[in-house]
């Protein structure tokens, strides 16, 4: 229970990448990287979350986390088409 | 406007990639070999194959080289061959000649036999690629002059939020800013995030710079140098 007495809303990972996405659509990169850090930290058996992380590093020009983050996304669901795309582009094929 | 004709000779991998976007740009092309099976596998593409020695000069008459505009040498494995194929070719009367090295010595043969063009292909990606990971800042490098480069890099992080003219980087660095190259991110109509990419020609003075925004500059080295150190 939090202070006005209304009950705690609990981060579900769901509601961790809705935020992440809501930070990554408004430019808010380092907001967006916590949000979609906790959620993996919650499940980290999501690739979903995985491809909005390595995007949001590849915004960053962070290339070589974006780079770790789409490989780790391809491992987990072999069909992200999106994650594949990215990564093909950053390796330069 | 009659298209213009390309002859290109060798069919490695620089000669079958120049003959085929030169045929995508609409070219007339001539692409020649002495291996069949790199003649056969390129047919499709260029206008004319032909599997033949260009080192021999009647050959090469036969083709009409004065109606030739430019020639593309693109022999890798052999010197010698390269150098007779330029000399026959600029005897012939080809209009404008560019070759394909593979050392040093190779470009000062050919630029003494009157190519117009030496081109370096190993040495100039070696340069490129180097360059990107002494300084992984910088992306792009065109030279203009050993002083002046078009250059692109990752906005330092100090300027981000900020406009380019209170990141004063044309007072205090001497640099322009020539387009800001910036991803912006959009939700696809599945709800999955992407970003596309934009570019920003000749940005005002009042533009803000982005966290993760592209710079496209234009001015001296020695100034570039001081704005990645930011």
Redesign the interface.
């Known amino acids: 229970m939090n202070r006005k007495g209304m009950p705690e809303k609990k981060e579900t990972e769901e509601s961790l990448i809705e935020l992440g996405?809501f930070y990554?659509?408004n430019?808010k990169?380092?907001k967006a990287i916590e949000e979609f850090k906790k959620a993996i930290a919650l499940n980290p058996g999501k690739s979903?979350t995985y491809y909005?992380l390595g995007?949001v590093y590849?915004?960053?020009?962070n290339l070589e986390e974006a780079r770790k983050m789409y490989e780790k996304a391809i491992e987990i669901d072999p069909n992200n088409k999106?994650a594949k795309e990215h990564l093909e582009k950053i390796v330069g094929l | 406007m009659t298209k213009k004709q390309f002859l290109v000779v060798g069919l490695g991998t620089f000669g079958e990639n120049v003959a085929k976007y030169l045929t995508e740009k609409g070219a007339q092309v001539i692409a020649i070999d002495k291996d069949e099976k790199k003649v056969q596998n390129i047919a499709h593409f260029v206008t004319q194959a032909l599997t033949a020695d260009a080192t021999d000069e009647k050959f090469l008459k036969s083709l009409n080289p004065e109606e030739i505009d430019v020639g593309i040498v693109a022999i890798g494995e052999s010197l010698e061959d390269s150098v007779l194929v330029t000399l026959h070719m600029k005897e012939l009367g080809v209009k404008k000649i560019v070759v394909k090295c593979i050392n040093q010595l190779h470009a000062r043969i050919s630029a003494k036999l009157g190519a117009d063009r030496i081109v370096y292909p190993e040495l100039e990606m070696a340069k490129r690629v180097a360059e990107g990971l002494i300084s992984p800042n910088i992306l792009e490098e065109i030279e203009l002059s050993p002083e002046y480069n078009i250059v692109e890099l990752?906005v330092p992080k100090k300027f981000i939020g900020k406009t380019i003219k209170q990141a004063k980087i044309r007072s205090e660095y001497n640099l322009n800013i020539i387009a800001i190259k910036r991803?912006v991110?959009?939700?696809t109509d599945s709800g999955?995030?992407?970003?596309k990419e934009e570019i920003n020609i000749s940005p005002f003075p009042d533009d803000e710079l982005?966290?993760?925004d592209?710079l496209v500059v234009i001015g001296k080295d020695s100034d570039v140098e001081r704005l990645k150190k930011e």
């Open positions: 996405k990554f659509i430019g990169y380092d979903e909005n995007l590849e915004a960053k020009n999106l | 990752i991803k991110p959009y939700l999955e995030s992407d970003f982005n966290d993760g592209i």
